[in-house]
């Protein structure tokens, strides 16, 4: 076989590496609508994109954070902990008991408090990664605990339930985040998650913060060499980490019109699993947002169509760690085929 018949079937076979994913779910939607009774209607699919809106905000984050060759496992329980928090405030309040009053916010500022809240644990796991050199693994493996743990300590393991607000506090209004907008079937989640992904994308693709981000994922000793601040910059990547999972517990606070402390229960692996799937490189350097956003949809798809064929749950862990091996294998093959590809190119043009 000739170099020139060598290099155009690496390009066929990188064309497909690299549009997976989207082949995926299409062969995913085909497949669910034969097994699942209307599953293609416009009712199905806007549940299916409510649940999708969730991973990809996180996945989101994640992908960041995963560019720069880190992990966050927290994410699934700052969702619970800052959804316990946004409960709180709207049926409870807050109460200072050195002055005798209790606080009443309104929605806006409950959304602002529980997203900052979501940053800050988000920039202590980097503070943590960066100041005292400890594995991301590590570091948000202990925070996972420590916000499920803080989830339940603000309840006592009960719930926030009907989280309607009353008109005399003035804090009503909370469930708009779970509602559709209005006149459309289109969930106000999705719109949030679209507006939060164009955002991600611009920064990362358009900006030098992003452009860092890439360096400090390719190799971060060469970025620091280059004059990056490499520990400012993992600071804020996980703290829009924290940020997205924030958000995250809002809007699904929002939908439930509830608050539970294991809300967001295992939702990192569907974020890690969304930005892989996604193209997100686990060896950092490599990622899209709108990668991610394609994976959201698969893990969703996967997630709701197993739901609705009767698979149990016990399965569904199955077949979704498995989805995250294969996408992880794939990954590596497709950055060898890039390196082969990379060295005929170089070969041929000696």
């Given at each position: 076989?000739?170099?020139?018949?060598?290099?155009?079937?690496?390009?066929?076979?990188?064309?497909?590496?690299k549009g997976r994913t989207f082949i995926v779910l299409i062969i995913l939607l085909i497949f669910f609508s034969f097994k699942a009774n209307n599953f293609l209607s416009v009712s199905t699919l806007?549940?299916?994109?409510?649940?999708?809106?969730?991973?990809?905000?996180?996945?989101?984050?994640?992908?960041?954070?995963?560019?720069?060759?880190?992990?966050?496992?927290?994410?699934?329980?700052?969702?619970?902990?800052?959804?316990?928090?946004a409960g709180g405030l709207i049926n409870e309040g807050l109460t200072l008991k050195v002055f005798g009053v209790t606080l009443y916010f309104n929605v806006v500022a409950i959304v602002i408090i529980s997203a900052i809240i979501g940053a800050i644990i988000g920039l202590i796991n980097g503070f943590i990664i960066t100041k005292f050199n400890v594995a991301?693994?590590?570091a948000t493996l202990g925070m996972m605990y420590v916000a499920r743990g803080l989830a339940n300590i603000?309840?006592?393991?009960?719930?926030?339930?009907?989280?309607s607000g009353n008109k005399a506090l003035g804090?009503?209004?909370?469930?708009?985040?779970?509602?559709?907008?209005?006149?459309?079937?289109?969930?106000?989640?999705?719109?949030?998650m679209v507006i939060i992904a164009i955002i991600a994308a611009v920064v990362l693709k358009k900006t030098p913060f992003g452009w860092h981000v890439f360096a400090i994922g390719g190799?971060?000793?060469?970025?620091?060499?280059?004059?990056?601040?490499?520990?400012?910059?993992?600071?804020?990547?996980?703290?829009?980490?924290?940020?997205?999972?924030?958000?995250?517990?809002?809007?699904a606070t929002s939908?439930?019109?509830?608050?539970?402390?294991?809300?967001?229960?295992?939702?990192?692996?569907?974020a890690i699993a969304a930005a892989v799937l996604g193209g997100t490189s686990m060896s950092g350097g490599i990622g899209t947002i709108g990668g991610t956003i394609v994976g959201a949809f698969v893990i969703g798809v996967i997630n709701d169509g197993m739901v609705m064929c009767g698979v149990s749950e016990f399965w569904?862990?199955?077949?979704k760690g498995l989805v995250i091996v294969l996408a992880v294998i794939i990954d590596q093959f497709q950055r060898n085929l890039q390196a082969k590809m990379a060295l005929q190119a170089r070969n041929e043009n000696k």
């Open positions: 076989m000739s170099s020139k018949q060598k290099t155009s079937n690496g390009s066929w076979k990188m064309t497909l590496l806007m549940i299916v994109a409510k649940h999708v809106a969730l991973y990809g905000i996180l996945a989101i984050g994640m992908t960041y954070v995963i560019i720069t060759s880190g992990i966050d496992l927290s994410v699934g329980a700052v969702v619970g902990l800052t959804g316990m928090i991301p693994f590590i603000r309840s006592g393991g009960a719930t926030f339930s009907n989280l804090n009503t209004g909370f469930e708009i985040f779970g509602r559709n907008i209005p006149g459309t079937p289109i969930p106000v989640g999705v719109i949030i190799n971060e000793k060469a970025a620091g060499l280059s004059g990056i601040k490499v520990n400012k910059v993992k600071m804020l990547v996980y703290a829009f980490s924290g940020f997205c999972s924030g958000i995250v517990g809002i809007i939908q439930l019109v509830a608050a539970h402390p294991r809300t967001g229960e295992s939702w990192e692996m569907n569904q862990m199955v077949i």
